[in-house]
Nanobody, 125 residues
Framework: QLQLVESGGGLVQPGGSLRLSCAAS????????IGWFRQAPGKEREGVSC???????YLDSSVKGRFTISRDNAKNTVYLQMNRLKPEDTGVYYC???????????????????WGKGTLVTVSS
């Protein structure tokens, strides 16, 4: 059974850091693109970042210079390192998988067929 499980969320002060993990089971990440999404209270879910096999990746302009996406295929896990966090980064963060490579057009992510249940990130003093 294909499954994605996010972890690493929590409460952090503005300016702090968190590292989220997305662990896959039931399939091998080598052939999938993994996207990170977030949903703030009362807002629609939005894409944050995506990584394909190798070094191809995408970062939304709102997180460029602060977030980094990486993958460890040996551990079947994708990470989202979040630095210099802001209150507007608060939300539930989800990871999702798409066969092949990241396809992001005008901020819209395509092909994300498998989703985790999310992990809550709260940035507050």
């Amino acid at each position: 059974q294909l499954q994605l499980v996010e972890s690493g969320g929590g409460l952090v002060q503005p300016g702090g850091s968190l590292r989220l993990s997305c662990a896959a089971s039931g399939f091998t990440l080598d052939y999938y693109a993994i996207g990170w999404f977030r949903q703030a209270p009362g807002k629609e879910r939005e894409g944050v970042s995506c990584i394909s096999g190798g070094s191809t990746n995408y970062l939304d302009s709102s997180v460029k210079g602060r977030f980094t996406i990486s993958r460890d295929n040996a551990k079947n896990t994708v990470y989202l390192q979040m630095n210099r966090l802001k209150p507007e980064d608060t939300g539930v963060y989800y990871c999702a998988a798409a066969r092949g490579v990241c396809l992001v057009v005008a901020g819209k992510y395509y092909g994300m067929d498998y989703w985790g249940k999310g992990t809550l990130v709260t940035v507050s003093s």
